[in-house]
């Protein structure tokens, strides 16, 4: 590991990255934190730009670092967008939309899902049943913005991250590579999760927003509920992707 | 609905209900937001000691109010606890540790779980899946703290809500009442959640601290794992508690 200070360039970039004209005009973004530094280094070392640590920082680490930029604490708490910051940061490229050919079992899709830390924590549950395939909607929060990866601890960088205009192109795309069926999930109502033949069989998990669900309905899409015995209000955005999303490595016996 | 202004004697009891020390003193709680006192008033009237609220509040309301303090907006700030109040805030008397026999299918057990916004989730969720029983030891947050009663929208005066020192002097009384086995989640081993025989069978689910787990292992308990296909953090303790509870829900077929 070799060591030495960031450059200005880089020290303005750091600062850019946190605006969505920043990382559009880079495409780069943010990584912060230790295990979402790690999960990057482990999966795509290719799209790091350069690391930025303070010594704490480094000693928290538990994989190997390529080159890294050292900040004093005082110097890195104004780069950092946390109160009590892990002290370090790595900036890499953005892998969105990659050239892959569309992977696995199912897609799941985020329809105009506003939270970062909602996209964040449902990317990591996904990336940890072995999910592939996340792709999103414009009007979603950025998936690489520095909360969304932070709440993920970067699980976006191990999955295949495709950006649509709207849920209509998005379900004409996964079509095209043989995904068709799509499901919405719905709090009230649809074939329930646990009995839906074809949930996971070549098909589109679609979750809308936190508010106003997805935003609209795809032609023979259908719906799939978590059923819930009370009339009492539904889980939240990231509780009921937890549970589908779980429904999935029940199903896949060869893992329980 | 009849209204007037809070006494000073009211005030001042609504600010000292956000130590744990006022709300020991007075037996009572701060119940804020609306869903929360609307979850009050349809579940459990007769604890409420009073409420104020700002005219905005009270028209958010969707239920019949008894008796309501008005406040203006300006003086409700100075008493709430967050950021964008709803304008609405009741007194209840906390309904800790009830004299009625123990309830339902099995008992969730809290123990040393400290975060409330976790606390409150998790009982919410709870509530929302038909349990009956939650228990948790000393060392844990507070259920009837602001914060906790927020993110459970009240979840907990429709819960019967048991403390006990320490988790073996749970066990032991869950054990008189009946319910012998006592199931321990763990993110790493045990029987998989989704084939633990008698997961709800007269049984004690038992969650630990979001950092250290369970504070001991009783004699006899097992551990019930959630399994997952890759070598990934673990679901945080919220999350995890959705995925347990939910089970019980997908082996209810009666709601399926």
Redesign the interface.
Known sequence: MTQNSPSRRELSLLRALLTRGGRKRSNCCRCEGV?AVEELLARRKDLVQFIVATRRGIDAMRCELPEVKILSEEEFSQYSDTLNSQGVIAVAEIPESPDTPVAGDFILALDQLNDPGNFG?IS??Y????GQELWYTKGSVDPWCDKAIRSG?GAQFSLNVRKFDDLRSLCDAAEKAGFQTIYIADPHKGE?C??AEKLFKKSVLVIGSEANGVSMFPENSRSVM?????D????NA??AA??LL?EY??R?TQ??
Chains 1, 2 share one sequence.
Do not use: D, K, W
């Open positions: 295990r924590t990591r549950t990336r940890a049943i072995g601890m329930s646990f009995t978590i059923p819930m015995p009370g009492y209000e539904s889980l990231a509780q937890t549970v779980l490595v029940r896949n893992y329980i």
